[in-house]
């Protein structure tokens, strides 16, 4: 630690431990040092440990255990949405992270769509929707469960490969992902999600539903993404 330095000692261990996560040098699951310990080791007061914590506990790197200790939190998939990043892949989050992502594709098929999916797509009643469901994973462990509608003039993604991103197929078709309308609510997970997720049937999950149209205003898709929350990190700049 650098004590004469602009940057407060606490936010100095802070990054410290959280480099050290990055690396690899502490994975999920590993049980931090001991407030004295810690203290011990960077000959910096508990005081000064204790708001270190707080901070890691805070940004999501560490969970207190009562009574047991402090422990590496799995990776969460960070979104920040600001002006800059209204709208962004799952895989370009992950990427941003300094992430892997990947897919497992569940499902592709035509539907007929209900009242919901006809009011956001903005299609005719009668028209067929492509309705995909992949289950998205950063750095192997699955997140979320995505099921996107898209309207019959997206039938292009049918000779595309769905476990990579569908931003770079629309991109390559000449169409930019430009603006975004979502909300999030709390769901429960059903046994399937449980399932995929693995996490247990019931378990508090983040629903997020999404419109997202292109740089002319036109809907590129609909979607629904149940979320493990202790996965998932999302902070919002206004």
Same mark, same amino acid.
């Given at each position: 630690?650098?004590?004469?330095?602009?940057?407060?000692?606490?936010?100095?261990?802070?990054?410290?431990?959280?480099?050290?996560?990055?690396?690899?040098?502490?994975?999920?699951?590993?049980?931090?040092?001991?407030?004295?310990?810690?203290?011990?080791?960077?000959?910096?007061?508990?005081?000064?440990?204790?708001?270190?914590?707080?901070?890691?506990?805070?940004?999501?790197?560490?969970?207190?255990?009562?009574?047991?200790?402090?422990?590496?939190?799995?990776?969460?998939?960070?979104?920040?949405?600001?002006?800059?990043?209204?709208?962004?892949?799952?895989? /370009?989050?992950?990427?941003? =992270?300094?992430?892997?992502?990947?897919?497992? !594709? #569940?499902?592709? $098929?035509?539907? *007929?769509?209900?009242?919901?999916?006809?009011?956001?797509?903005?299609?005719?009643?009668?028209?067929?929707?492509?309705?995909?469901?992949?289950?998205?994973?950063?750095?192997?462990?699955?997140?979320?469960?995505?099921?996107?509608?898209?309207?019959?003039?997206?039938?292009?993604?049918?000779?595309?490969?769905?476990?990579?991103?569908?931003?770079?197929?629309?991109?390559?078709?000449?169409?930019?992902?430009?603006?975004?309308?979502?909300?999030?609510?709390?769901?429960?997970?059903?046994?399937? /999600?449980?399932?995929?997720? =693995?996490?247990?049937?019931?378990?508090?999950? !983040? #629903?997020?539903? $999404?419109?997202? *149209?292109?740089?002319?205003?036109?809907?590129?898709?609909?979607?629904?993404?149940?979320?493990?929350?202790?996965?998932?990190?999302?902070?919002?700049?206004?």
């Amino acid at each position: 630690m650098v004590k004469n330095s602009i940057v407060p000692l606490y936010q100095q261990l802070s990054d410290e431990i959280k480099a050290q996560i990055n690396g690899g040098k502490l994975k999920a699951g590993d049980r931090l040092m001991t407030e004295a310990e810690l203290s011990q080791q960077y000959e910096v007061s508990r005081i000064t440990v204790r708001k270190a914590i707080e901070l890691l506990v805070d940004e999501g790197y560490v969970m207190r255990k009562q009574g047991i200790g402090t422990f590496i939190a799995e990776k969460k998939l960070r979104r920040v949405v600001d002006s800059e990043n209204l709208v962004l892949s799952f895989s /370009e989050m992950s990427q941003m =992270n300094g992430q892997e992502p990947s897919s497992d !594709l #569940l499902s592709v $098929e035509w539907i *007929t769509p209900g009242a919901s999916i006809i009011h956001h797509l903005h299609v005719d009643e009668e028209e067929k929707v492509l309705k995909i469901v992949r289950l998205r994973k950063n750095d192997g462990i699955p997140v979320m469960v995505e099921t996107n509608y898209y309207p019959q003039q997206m039938d292009f993604l049918l000779q595309a490969n769905l476990t990579g991103s569908t931003y770079e197929i629309f991109r390559e078709h000449g169409l930019i992902p430009s603006h975004g309308n979502r909300t999030v609510q709390i769901c429960y997970a059903t046994s399937e /999600e449980a399932q995929y997720l =693995n996490v247990e049937a019931n378990q508090p999950l !983040l #629903l997020q539903t $999404e419109s997202v *149209t292109d740089q002319n205003g036109k809907v590129l898709h609909y979607s629904k993404v149940v979320i493990n929350s202790q996965l998932y990190r999302l902070t919002i700049i206004t």
